[in-house]
């Protein structure tokens, strides 16, 4: 081949554009395939970072005469190109700068400084990170979201029901009915008890009138107060103590401190923004958002529903754990931000010794910082995290599906042991099947084939992960039988109010009504369209007939519900699954 040839080949020829085969118009375009590691860390460089600081600052001396406050951060320019970090083994990051105020409340001096916080890895435009020399990719990983849940199930075929507070940092908070009939509490995991003493110890409710006029005259409420030995707020607040901490001397102030510190006390217990949102959601509460620590209302509340449900209320429902809307997304920001917390709560300590030791004259802010506990638990995160992982980059697609992988396991997760495949045949067989509600949220055929399966997914092809960390999926708007161009975007629990149609339902391109054709070979409006909605069990998902009127959602595209990979699969719908899932991981 002659030289003049091989340049004609190499030179970029004219742009082609793409032609697509499909009967069926693209209601939305593609949306950016790594948005869900960019968006991510991009907000944990802004608010992220910003939200750490704060939850700490100000940094108070042990006698409260000297505090220390965090202001703005900055980040200066990358030490090396990435290019560079590449050859040379090194880790592509940035300075981070924060402005620091040292103020001795005595003497009213203050001092300003803007003090240099370690390195931080930064992200590269394709979503990775450059780990001493080598690119990495941080997994998304799917927890049980913080909140409040309501199960059941059965005692010696007796059924008893359960309410849990899961929070997302702290101790959890747990009621059950037992199969006696009786109200319980378990605080923090430890040994049962009344849950009538619980909430005289906490001034809920004193008095047994209080307490039954709160939880209703009911068989429940009057068999836990007779078997209740506490009858004053103090009585109750000694037994508590005395259940949380046998072996130590019972004193009032001291049970008041614990049952503080492990529901009310910001720094030890936290709901976050999503735990907060999904408790008002779930009791119907319209509690601040800021508001992260437990409520006396909540605490209430969630008693009522309890009742309610196990009184056979049909106005309440039971929790599945396995469903998209309780289940949520870690992205690469709030893990990294996990572990940023760490750091500062470590170097905290810190700077509360050197408050101490140090003469107040000679402080200033660089002489209490200490950067090294901050900079170890980043370095940890990306050297050492179940997490981080080196990049797979046998093709492009590789890369790309390593990026939008889902997984349940590491630190916190469903599976959350660190050490091999062995321990995670106890995982419920459940928490791996696939569930209705990951319709176009989390792909059904890819996943790994071994002891993994069904705990590692991969994103559907327009899935996007919301502020809350919910998976959403983006449906047409349909009104009035007609299907429009605006798009919605849903949660898992959003979409079941609702009727979706399938995008390959044939529609009119000038007027957007549904058609048909009927038996004399005319196009003419429909009447019935099959559509996703309640089954009559109250199951979401189930295909069935419906009036084009009582339509009100559609699909964008047939393509997603699937992930890139397995999209990448032509005429997929006529292959055998297993055989798809094999093809699906075989590409990469």
């Known amino acids: 081949m002659s030289n003049a040839k091989n340049v004609a080949l190499t030179t970029p020829q004219a742009q082609t554009g793409r032609r697509t085969f499909s009967k069926i118009p693209e209601a939305m375009p593609l949306p950016n395939l790594i948005e869900v590691q960019r968006e991510s860390f991009e907000r944990f460089m802004g608010e992220g970072l910003q939200e750490s600081f704060s939850e700490f600052s100000p940094i108070e001396s042990n006698n409260g005469t000297m505090e220390v406050a965090f202001g703005d951060h900055q980040f200066g320019d990358p030490i090396s190109s990435i290019a560079e970090c590449r050859a040379k083994d090194m880790t592509y990051q940035a300075p981070l700068m924060v402005d620091i105020t040292f103020l001795n409340k005595e003497t009213g001096e203050k001092k300003e400084q803007l003090i240099y916080m370690g390195d931080f890895p930064l992200m590269t435009e394709r979503g990775t990170f450059i780990i001493n020399g080598t690119e990495r990719v941080v997994v998304s990983q799917l927890v049980r979201s913080p909140g409040v849940y309501f199960s059941a199930e059965m005692d010696n075929g007796i059924l008893v029901h359960h309410a849990q507070f899961i929070p997302a940092r702290g101790a959890w908070l747990e009621f059950e009915i037992d199969k006696r009939g009786h109200l319980v509490v378990s605080i923090d995991r430890k040994r049962r008890m009344s849950a009538t003493i619980f909430l005289r110890a906490l001034g809920i409710a004193v008095t047994d009138d209080e307490i039954l006029s709160l939880l209703g005259d009911s068989d429940v409420a009057r068999n836990t107060i007779e078997r209740d030995t506490a009858t004053t707020k103090e009585d109750a607040l000694l037994e508590v103590f005395r259940r949380q901490r046998p072996g130590e001397p019972p004193t009032v102030d001291s049970a008041r401190t614990l049952i503080n510190n492990l529901y009310f006390h910001h720094q030890r217990y936290d709901l976050a923004r999503v735990g907060r949102y999904k408790i008002n959601k779930k009791l119907g509460l319209e509690i601040a958002a800021d508001q992260r620590i437990l409520t006396d209302e909540d605490i209430v509340a969630a008693l009522q529903f309890l009742l309610a449900v196990h009184a056979g209320d049909e106005t309440k429902h039971l929790d599945d754990i396995d469903h998209f809307g309780n289940r949520r997304v870690r992205t690469v920001g709030e893990l990294v931000q996990n572990q940023f917390r760490i750091g500062m709560s470590r170097m905290e300590r810190v700077v509360r010794e050197r408050m101490a030791s140090q003469d107040p004259d000679d402080i200033a802010p660089d002489t209490l910082i200490n950067i090294r506990p901050i900079v170890a638990a980043i370095k940890e995160f990306f050297g050492s995290s179940q997490l981080s992982q080196f990049m797979d980059q046998s093709n492009p697609l590789a890369g790309l599906t390593h990026k939008r992988r889902l997984s349940a396991l590491g630190p916190g997760g469903l599976a959350g042991h660190k050490s091999g495949s062995s321990r995670r ?72 109010n609702h009727i979706i149609a399938p995008a390959n339902t044939p529609i009119d391109p000038k007027t957007g009504r549904f058609v048909e054709i009927d038996h004399s070979g005319k196009v003419v409006n429909a009447d019935r369209v099959i559509a996703r909605t309640r089954d009559f069990d109250g199951s979401f998902g189930a295909p069935a007939q419906v009036s084009v009127e009582d339509v009100d959602r559609m699909d964008v595209s047939p393509r997603q519900l699937l992930s890139v990979a397995a999209n990448l699969i032509p005429f997929l719908e006529h292959d055998d699954a297993k055989r798809t899932l094999m093809g699906a991981n075989m590409q990469r």
């Open 425 to 496: 045949t106890n995982v419920p067989t459940a928490v791996r099947d696939v569930h209705n509600s990951h319709y176009s949220r989390m792909c059904p055929i890819e996943t790994p084939e071994g002891p993994n399966i069904g705990l590692i997914g991969s994103l559907a092809l327009y899935a996007h992960v919301n502020e809350y960390g919910f998976i959403e999926a983006p449906y047409r708007k349909v009104t009035g039988g007609k299907a429009t161009n605006e798009i919605v975007w849903m949660t898992a629990d959003e979409e079941e």
